[in-house]
Nanobody
Framework: QVQLVESGGGLVQPGGSLGLSCAASGSIFNIGAMGWYRQAPGKQREMVAIITRGGSVNYADAVKGRFTVSRDNAKNTVYLQMNSLKSEDTAVYFC?????????WGKGTLVTVSA
C-alpha cells in the first residue's frame, strides 16, 4: 500500500500563485509515475500534470505554461507549482501515484481561486 498526503491548498486571488506538495509513504519502492488530478464542483476528475520517475512530464492543455510539476525521488514527493491562477482552476486537487499498475490517491486538497 502507498499512502499519499497532500499539502499546500488554500485561497488565492486570480493571477496569484500557489504550491502543492504530496509525500508518499508505505510501500514506496518502485513507485512509477506520480502526478496531480483535480475535480471541480459538478465535474469529473481530470488529469492536471503527470511526471514519470525519469522526469518526463505531461500537462493538461488548460494548465500548460502556468503549472509546473516536479518530483524528488529521494523524498518520494511530488510538487505542483501553480502560477497565473484563474477562477476555473478552483477544484480539489488529488495526488496520484502508480505502483505496479495500481493507482493510489491522496484525500485531496482544496484550491480556491477567488477575489
Amino acid at each position: 500500500q502507498v499512502q499519499l498526503v497532500e499539502s499546500g491548498g488554500g485561497l488565492v486571488q486570480p493571477g496569484g500563485s500557489l504550491g502543492l506538495s504530496c509525500a508518499a509513504s508505505g510501500s514506496i519502492f518502485n513507485i512509477g509515475a506520480m502526478g496531480w488530478y483535480r475535480q471541480a464542483p459538478g465535474k469529473q476528475r481530470e488529469m492536471v500534470a503527470i511526471i514519470t520517475r525519469g522526469g518526463s512530464v505531461n500537462y493538461a492543455d488548460a494548465v500548460k505554461g502556468r503549472f509546473t510539476v516536479s518530483r524528488d525521488n529521494a523524498k518520494n514527493t511530488v510538487y505542483l507549482q501553480m502560477n497565473s491562477l484563474k477562477s476555473e482552476d478552483t477544484a480539489v486537487y488529488f495526488c496520484n501515484a502508480v505502483r505496479y499498475g495500481v493507482h493510489y490517491w491522496g484525500k485531496g486538497t482544496l484550491v480556491t481561486v477567488s477575489a
